[in-house]
């Protein structure tokens, strides 16, 4: 255990994760409500995936300009910033429904405003983990240990939420999560940090333009970018169509979606368990490939599942390999990327599963529309596999790649170094 939160000896990551740990939950009582008051408001597969779409597709288009502002300047500041003007969002959400002004317009308004704020705050935060970790062997366990508490907060989150939009409704879950905020602001101004970025006078779209020749340029990181790419717009999206398996297949109501939704927090929790306790990256590529198939074979029994602890148990395993599959491309990219192009890099793995989802979500709902979300789900989960396998053929060409990358950054030279001293603990002294 002690090997497996090592990051928290550094007190800005304690900060960070403790504020972020209590904020996503609040986010994800939110996700899950806005989820359950669209398909309210309009009882429509399509209106459920307009709302997702409006909320992700600032991603696409956005996010790759915030990596290169979190290159530019201090991602302490920006994160701040971002934090600050979530909280405003989910209050406005929290009062337009309190008071019964709410519309599926201004839903959709409001998300796209959390869409442009989070295209921003995504990459900031995936390249500002390494400002917090002194040790940078400690760069893949503080990664694994954001995934659980992104995790953790899956679980709870969507819980909670459940219990509370049947009790008080989804106006309460936008207020929560409104006030959760505060914790992440309070805990980034207790940091101490110095900003080591430097404001560069060439202009925005040099820097964007040097970022994408970089990174696919080299093909580890293109091919990972690739297969995220293909995941997020053709199976991640079934969280989109979760509301129609609790309430149309499953015949439940937000309590059933809260606990389809919690068991693929379990199951991903389980995943980022495994790769905190991981020594080294080597071996990761293997990792996603089984985690990946895992992910597709998941979401295609589930589509089948018509029993209740079925489902769950099949989500468990859908949110493992998709989060093992995440957290480990994330921690690849970062131990490959270059300091000063991090957050570009990082804006597009952000944009990976986040910009191509929005083209999911819309694809999903329209689909569903005709065929049903069971067969909807059952054709995302079959290209999921297809993809890992494509991935897995080209594995070794792209280890052969990468290993000079670890050999100038010592990566490999360490791990050798720790495994010819375990084999020598191994053998036995000769009399």
């Not at 969507?158 to 049947?166: H, K, N, Q």
């Not at 495994?274 to 198939?293: E, N, P, Q």
């Not at 192009?341 to 999911?360: E, H, K, N």
């Not at 670890?406 to 000769?430: T, W």
Request: with cysteine.
């Amino acid at each position: 255990m002690k090997h497996i939160i090592r990051s928290f000896k550094y007190r800005n990551y304690r900060l960070f994760f403790t504020g972020q740990s209590l904020s996503l939950v609040g986010s994800w009582m939110q996700r899950l409500a806005i989820g359950w008051l669209a398909y309210e408001l309009k009882n429509s597969a399509l209106i459920l995936g307009i709302v997702a779409f409006a909320g992700q597709i600032p991603a696409l288009f956005l996010t790759p300009f915030g990596g290169v502002i979190a290159d530019r300047y201090d991602k302490h500041k920006i994160l701040i910033f971002t934090q600050a003007f979530a909280m405003i969002q989910a209050f406005a959400l929290a009062f337009l429904v309190l008071s019964n002004h709410i519309t599926i317009g201004l839903l959709i308004i409001l998300n796209i405003f959390l869409g442009i704020i989070n295209s921003l705050d995504m990459p900031t935060r995936q390249a500002y983990v390494i400002d917090m970790i002194d040790n940078k062997n400690d760069l893949g366990n503080a990664i694994a240990l954001n995934s659980s508490m992104v995790n953790f907060a899956k679980l709870a989150g969507p819980t909670l939420a459940g219990l509370i939009v049947a009790a008080f409704g989804e106006g309460m879950c936008f207020l929560i999560n409104a006030i959760s905020y505060l914790a992440v602001i309070v805990s980034l101004l207790l940091m101490k940090t110095t900003s080591n970025n430097t404001q560069r006078k060439d202009s925005v779209l040099l820097q964007l333009k040097e970022g994408l020749k970089y990174s696919f340029g080299f093909a580890p990181i293109k091919y990972l970018i690739l297969l995220l790419s293909t995941i997020s717009l053709t199976a991640i999206p079934y969280m989109v169509l979760m509301p129609i398996f609790a309430k149309d297949i499953l015949h439940g109501g937000p309590k059933t979606l809260g606990f389809l939704m919690g068991s693929a927090g379990i199951g991903a929790l389980v995943g980022v368990v495994y790769l905190a306790s991981r020594k080294t990256v080597l071996g990761l590529g293997r990792v996603i490939v089984i985690a990946t198939i895992i992910f597709g074979v998941s979401l295609v029994a589930f589509s089948f599942s018509r029993k209740l602890w079925l489902s769950e148990v099949l989500l468990a395993f859908a949110g493992m390999g998709m989060m093992i599959n995440m957290a480990a491309s994330n921690t690849i990219l970062q131990t490959m990327v270059s300091d000063e192009m991090r957050g570009r890099v990082m804006s597009l793995y952000v944009v990976s599963f986040m910009g191509f989802m929005p083209f999911g979500s819309l694809l999903a709902g329209s689909l569903a529309n005709k065929i049903g979300a069971p067969f909807t789900l059952a054709i995302g989960g079959s290209i999921c596999v297809a993809a890992a396998i494509a991935f897995g053929f080209k594995l070794p060409s792209l280890r052969e790649i990468a290993r000079p990358v670890y050999i100038e950054k010592g990566i490999i030279e360490q791990v050798e170094k720790g495994l010819q001293s375990a084999s020598q603990l191994s053998v036995p002294p000769e009399n």
